[in-house]
């Protein structure tokens, strides 16, 4: 299953090794290279403004492709079931966390670039959920995986069970779920016991809860086609949406520390 590769591809990229850092860097795109020639907060503003709306095409028009597909693949789907409608129910919970999640970037406690944050917190959601739909497309490539990328633990458990049998690949994922969980609860935590202001730390549990919605409603599409494979897809699923959780309120804490 499509889903279930990408999260398994992508979870073994989690923590690249150094040697990757050392690769030669691409070109900037244009969007780093308008933030580069910005004179002005206005200026840094109206970048992220047009690349969110570049991000928010590429996604709508995959969402809709992947739409369309499920439609018209609705007959491999188990009687009584709606994969579209499942998938609808998953974006239409995405959209909640992300407002959610970026009206804490907004708040008046970090003053004067509380807008241009949140502004670049839906940017880097939005890119973030178009790249994760873009593998869900019709006939789209696999994520492909560079040598240097299986050398974290997860990749290095992976490798072994591909040479045993399938339940040690899903002992595999269920194990990195756990440890991702609690990287989470430890980030969680440490955020919450950072924010002074009572507003902030509501804004913050009332973001978590929308992910939590989200990540449910997400991975309940891994249920409706996993077949045997059901436990495996949804813990892959959990564990590709829990790293990019822990990763993400580990970004808001390094760009607000406490005090």
Not at 109 to 128: I, Y
Request: charged share 30%; glycine share 4%; proline share 5%.
């Amino acid at each position: 299953m499509i889903r279930a590769i990408v999260f398994a591809t992508l979870m073994a990229m989690v923590a690249a090794p150094a040697a990757q850092a050392q690769a030669k860097k691409p070109p900037p795109s244009a969007y780093e290279r308008c933030l580069a020639a910005a004179q002005a907060p206005a200026g840094e503003i109206a970048c992220v403004t047009e690349e969110t709306r570049r991000q928010d095409a590429v996604l709508n028009r995959d969402y809709k492709l992947i739409l369309d597909d499920l439609v018209e693949s609705q007959d491999y789907y188990p009687v009584g079931t709606s994969a579209s409608g499942t998938m609808r129910k998953a974006q239409q919970a995405w959209i909640a966390f992300r407002d959610a999640d970026c009206r804490v970037y907004a708040s008046k406690t970090w003053g004067e670039r509380a807008d241009l944050d949140a502004r670049k917190c839906v940017l880097s959601r939005t890119r973030e959920r178009a790249e994760a739909l873009k593998y869900e497309v019709p006939n789209a490539p696999e994520p492909t995986l560079a040598p240097d990328q299986q050398a974290t633990a997860y990749g290095r458990c992976m490798k072994r069970a591909k040479k045993l049998d399938f339940r040690e690949e899903q002992g595999c994922a269920v194990v990195e779920l756990e440890r991702e969980n609690a990287r989470l609860n430890r980030t969680y935590k440490a955020l919450l016991a950072g924010l002074v202001q009572p507003a902030d730390k509501n804004a913050m549990r009332a973001a978590q809860r929308a992910w939590i919605a989200f990540r449910d409603a997400d991975c309940a599409r891994d249920a409706l086609d996993g077949g045997r494979n059901e436990g495996y897809a949804s813990s892959l699923c959990e564990m590709g949406a829990t790293s990019d959780r822990a990763d993400q309120l580990e970004a808001f804490i390094e760009a607000h520390p406490p005090g």
